[in-house]
T-cell receptor
Framework: AQSVTQLGSHLSVSEGALVLLRCNYSSSVPPYLFWYVQYPNQGLQLLLKYTTGATLVKGINGFEAEFKKSETSFHLTKPSAHMSDAAEYFC?????????????FGSGTQLTVLP | EPEVTQTPSHQVTQMGQEVILRCVPISNHLYFYWYRQILGQKVEFLVSFYNNEISEKSEIFDDQFSVERPDGSNFTLKIRSTKLEDSAMYFCASVYRGASSYNEQFFGPGTRLTVL
């Protein structure tokens, strides 16, 4: 079984400040890891993913995340927040094998960017 | 750019009524999924569908739920007798293939189901 924990359901940062969204996972086998963003009244959009290879992955909109196996973490960062980053962010895992590959999501973190 | 579409965007129904939520996946995709998000809670997997049959389903996906791909384009989720607790946003997703390498799941905008 897989699970995802996102620390903090809400995060407020000032425009230009560092964004750090935390994600820890539990999985009996190496998973694939994802961050999705959800803007109001929209679906889920993939920000970035880790499957294999380099543990630091870069995504869209200046976001990046680092897979740390020893810490079972996949925290999402952005050096400088922009007003347009205000949204809900979801960390997710999926099995790295098998055909269905369904996603298991964390509870989400609502990011507010203050002017 | 191809996208997953869902209709309706909002469905209001009375408890006990049947509802059908519709999704049009991206045309060359082979795996299809339904997820739901109860207000204020996490997105939860319901069911995956491949080759005209269910591949995996969660505990949530009980006998009140069914999925179908009635033609070459639509993918539907039916709830036979809706309960108040079925009120949620339902997301459809599709993937080109789910074999040995990773493929991104593309999500639709969701259908908000309200059961009164």
């Amino acid at each position: 079984a897989q699970s995802v924990t996102q620390l903090g359901s809400h995060l407020s940062v000032s425009e230009g400040a560092l964004v750090l969204l935390r994600c820890n996972y539990s999985s009996s086998v190496p998973p694939y890891l994802f961050w999705y963003v959800q803007y109001p009244n929209q679906g889920l959009q993939l920000l970035l993913k880790y499957t294999t290879g380099a543990t630091l992955v870069k995504g869209i909109n200046g976001f990046e995340a680092e897979f740390k196996k020893s810490e079972t973490s996949f925290h999402l960062t952005k050096p400088s927040a922009h007003m347009s980053d205000a949204a809900e962010y979801f960390c997710a895992v999926s099995p790295s094998s098998g055909s269905a590959r369904q996603l298991t999501f964390g509870s989400g973190t609502q990011l507010t960017v203050l002017p | 750019e191809p996208e997953v579409t869902q209709t309706p965007s909002h469905q209001v129904t009375q408890m006990g009524q049947e509802v059908i939520l519709r999704c049009v996946p991206i045309s060359n995709h082979l795996y299809f999924y339904w997820y739901r998000q109860i207000l204020g809670q996490k997105v939860e997997f319901l069911v995956s569908f491949y080759n005209n049959e269910i591949s995996e389903k969660s505990e949530i996906f009980d006998d009140q739920f069914s999925v179908e791909r009635p033609d070459g384009s639509n993918f539907t989720l039916k709830i036979r007798s809706t309960k108040l607790e079925d009120s949620a946003m339902y997301f459809c997703a599709s993937v080109y293939r789910g074999a040995s390498s990773y493929n991104e799941q593309f999500f639709g905008p969701g259908t908000r189901l309200t059961v009164l």
